[in-house]
Nanobody, 121 residues
């Protein structure tokens, strides 16, 4: 079994910062692309940021210059630093990772349980 466990999130005022982290654990052989999605009430889930194993980063236009994604390939952890938060950033944030489990030749996409981020105006 592979699990993605998220931490961080919470309530913050507009203009503030929050950090999210996500660790892949279990029978993990190798973790490829890791990322963060978010889903606000009544909205579709959208990609916020992702980072490849080689540290190539992609961001949603709405968070460029404010959010920063990073990772530790040894500990299989991804981080999302969120600065200058806006009320429209309020959503449930989900970690995702493409993981090759021990004993398998292919990789599968896993999801975390989600963590709430609320930005008050």
């Amino acid at each position: 079994q592979v699990q993605l466990v998220e931490s961080g999130g919470g309530l913050v005022q507009a203009g503030g910062s929050l950090d999210l982290s996500c660790v892949a654990s279990g029978i993990v052989l190798r973790v490829y692309t890791m990322g963060w999605y978010r889903q606000a009430p009544g909205q579709q889930r959208e990609l916020v940021a992702q980072i490849t194993r080689d540290h190539i980063r992609t961001y949603h236009d709405s968070v460029k210059g404010r959010f920063s994604i990073s990772r530790d390939n040894v500990q299989n952890i991804a981080y999302l630093r969120m600065n200058s938060l806006k009320p429209e950033d309020t959503a449930v944030y989900y970690c995702t990772a493409d993981v090759q489990a021990t004993g398998r030749e292919d990789s599968q996409t896993y999801w975390g349980q989600g963590t709430q981020v609320t930005v008050s105006s």
